[in-house]
């Protein structure tokens, strides 16, 4: 038996397929796993991610520390407005991808991933040194995350929460107070929605609120395939510490100005610029019969290969989809090894969909 969250018990009565994630007993689906999938593209649906870690950062030299700490600058950041991230070791290595959030100057809420919660803890504990930040796990929060073309109507009407009404005003990586409750305007999933943070002890009050809305309960299949589509990195699967931002399609996320930010893993990056970046991570769409997987070779040329990252169906495109790290070479065309047969494929530039919309041509 695996840890549990507080939504576990709603889960079962909903009828979900538990399965291991993480060391976590998660829902899967509730039933049909494309359906999940549309309900979030077309109307609302919720997932929760209770397993993911919470962890607030508290004293004045918070901000100094993240500053080395984080591949991206935490100067952009004013309160009530979030970043994404890379935390990096040494080498440029992804020790873990994380959303850090401004509550003000001297406290920032991080929300990072369930596989890496106790690596991450003791590698940021590590950094502390003789810092005067002071380190908390939330464990008596939970997660949970609303996603889809109607999640704001819809969390107006079910919500009974003082000013909820705000949250129409709320720009992407941004987020509100109300009450007890943290409502950020981010996602997983390419679609508008929010991630709401609030006391273990609420979780039943705000599952059957937003259950009572007609929003529908969706498993981490649906997940899996909405940030596929979206173009979103998984962590340990399309980055860990064995590849860098550059190589990961997130260079969007380092920030190398200003120079004299020395945050850790910068000597590395600078130098594999300098050299230049060997691979890159890429979209890719089947040409032919099959369904792409994780860890498929990859053939660009008879000499050139890489391997598929993410893989899957995408129900968005009726197309089987995929992200795969390849030689940093310029073509268009490859073939994907699937059950011993080199099947085509074509690279496409990510995302493959964003707010409902297809990005690429099929």
Known sequence: MGKRTPFYDLHLQAHAKIVDFADWDMPLHYGSQIQEHHSIRKQAGMFDVSHMGIVDLLGQDTQLFLRRLLANNIDRLSSGKALYTCMLNEHGGIIDDLIVYKIADTMYRLVINAGTR??????????????????????????????????????????SLPGIETIQQLKPFTFIVLGDCFIARTGYTGEDGYEMIFPSSEAATYWQACLLAGIQPCGLGARDTLRLEAGLNLYGSDMDETVTPLESNLTWTVALQPTDRDFIGRVALEKQLKEGVKRRLVGLILNGPGIMRNHQKVFITHRDEGEVTSGGYSPTLEKSIAFARLPAITTSQCFVEIRNKRIPAHIVPLPFVRSGKKMVTV
């Open 118 to 159: 106790a690596k991450d803890l003791a590698w940021m504990k590590s950094q502390i040194v003789s810092l005067r930040v002071e380190m908390i796990e939330r464990t008596d929060l939970v997660m949970l995350a609303v996603q889809g073309p109607l999640a704001k109507e819809k969390l107006i009407h079910c919500l």
